[in-house]
Structure formats: structure tokens, C-alpha cells
């Protein structure tokens, strides 16, 4: 009976020193809690995120917003053989195939103009205002 007593006792406190060594600090369950928490957060129209608003598009955007936003870089130096903005001559010699054949090369890209400029977002329609914007037509 006693060694019974003297191994439960013995257990016990084995027992105690282990639940003492694999309890976690406030400090070490935070730094878990940073590591497995979620990179973003979806919020639905209407709800408040507590964050910035983000308007959406209302609708399609002028040929000169999309030569800000993406056709600037190489159509206002002529970067590699790009017709410069306003270059007649050379947006003539361009369109001379037409509106939609323009149109067509510039959504697959063309020499060094990778697919619609980088315009991925851009829609024909918005595509096709740039090169009229672009083209002085």
C-alpha cells in the first residue's frame, strides 16, 4: 500500500511539472494567434468593414483615363516603335486598316506591346476610346 501511495504521490507530481512546462504564455498564444490569423477579409457591399470605402466603376472609363493609367509609359516617348499620342502620321499608317483591325492588334499585343497594354481590366469599348484618344480621331 504504501509504494502504491508513494507512485500515485510520485504521478501526481510529475504530473504538475509537466502541466507547468506545456502551459503556454499569453505572450506565446498571441504570437500563434498572429501566425494562423486570416491574410484578408471579405466585405459585402452595405456592411461596415470599418476600413476606407472603395468605389466600384460606374461605367466605362474615357480613352484619356485609359492612356493615363496604362498606355502613358510607352505612348508619349514612343518606347519601342509605339505611335506617340498626337502623331498623326503614324496612327494614320495604323488605322489605315481600320477601327477593328487597330483594335485587333492592340488586344494581342503587337512587336514589344504585350496583350492590350496591360490593360487587362480595359473592355473594347475602353480600349477602342483610348485609340481614338491616342490618335487625335
Do not use: Y
Amino acid at each position: 500500500m504504501l509504494q502504491a501511495m508513494m507512485l500515485f504521490v510520485a504521478t501526481l507530481v510529475m504530473a504538475q511539472a509537466n502541466a507547468a512546462t506545456d502551459a503556454m504564455t499569453d505572450a506565446q498564444a498571441e504570437k500563434i494567434r498572429d501566425r494562423i490569423k486570416p491574410i484578408a477579409e471579405v466585405c459585402v457591399q452595405g456592411d461596415d468593414c470599418g476600413g476606407p470605402v472603395i468605389a466600384a466603376s460606374t461605367g466605362p472609363r474615357s480613352g484619356e483615363e485609359v492612356f493615363n493609367g496604362t498606355c502613358t509609359s510607352c505612348h508619349t516617348a514612343g518606347i519601342a516603335g509605339a505611335p506617340k499620342k498626337g502623331d498623326v502620321a503614324a496612327w494614320d499608317k495604323r488605322l489605315s486598316k481600320g477601327l477593328a483591325e487597330t483594335l485587333a492588334v492592340a488586344k494581342k499585343g503587337l512587336n514589344a506591346m504585350p496583350a492590350k497594354g496591360l490593360c487587362m481590366d480595359c473592355s473594347d469599348d475602353e480600349l477602342t476610346a483610348a485609340i481614338k484618344f491616342m490618335s487625335g480621331t
